[in-house]
């Protein structure tokens, strides 16, 4: 496993964030997305992570806050991670694994959240992420049960156990559209 280093971003970091975006993915749409992401008001840079080989950014992971409206009680905050990105030439050596464990035990610093995922049905359930509809939430877009993730994590990287409140429809923000 190459061994990275991982740590929030800097602004001189967003062209090179940018490429492996848009490398991974093989377009510009989700390169877009975190452009527009870090306008908007969920975004924290403490939650846009890079990875690093000596000093090279090889891998990005975003969080971003959004909203759970459930039809009873208040809103509640979560965390959409999205996107998740490896440079191709670093793919499917661990790289992917240490963002988004390093990534969860940030989400989890300031106590427990919901992390949100629409990705890989075979790459996310390693973290502890489940089908999200099993646990009361409605995406507002179709997806596949199976793509639709979420976790309960803390510091420490531990999942707990997830509130039964915590249902509803996730709201994503605007920029989300551009994908
Ligand atoms: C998905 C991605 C972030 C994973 O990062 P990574 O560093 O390559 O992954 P890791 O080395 O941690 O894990 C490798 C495992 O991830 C899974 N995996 C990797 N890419 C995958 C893909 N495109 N589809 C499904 N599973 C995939 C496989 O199980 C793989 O194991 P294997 O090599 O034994 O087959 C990376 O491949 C990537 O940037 N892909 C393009 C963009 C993308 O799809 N982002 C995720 C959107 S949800």
């Known amino acids: 496993m190459v061994r990275i280093r991982v740590r929030s971003e800097q602004p001189g970091d967003y062209p090179a964030i940018d490429n492996v975006v848009a490398q991974a993915f093989g377009r510009e749409s989700e390169a877009r997305l975190v ?61 992917g694994k240490q963002l988004v464990w390093a990534g969860l035990e940030a989400c989890g610093q300031k106590g427990p959240v919901a992390v949100i995922v629409v990705g890989h049905p075979e790459y996310y359930p390693q973290f502890g992420f489940q089908p999200a509809r099993s646990r009361g939430l409605e995406a507002p877009f179709p997806v596949r049960d199976a793509a639709f993730m979420a976790v309960m994590v803390e510091s420490g990287n531990k999942s707990s156990t997830w509130p039964p409140a915590l249902q509803g429809l996730v709201e994503y923000p605007a920029p989300f559209g551009i994908v």
Do not use: K, Y
């Open 35 to 95: 452009a527009a992401l870090r306008d908007s008001s969920g975004f924290s840079a403490e939650l846009s992570l890079v990875a690093l080989l000596e000093d090279q950014v090889i891998g990005h992971i975003l969080f971003s806050s959004i909203i759970v409206r459930s039809q009873e009680g208040p809103a509640s905050r979560a965390l959409a991670l999205a996107p998740l990105s490896v440079a191709p030439r670093w793919q499917r050596q661990g790289i």
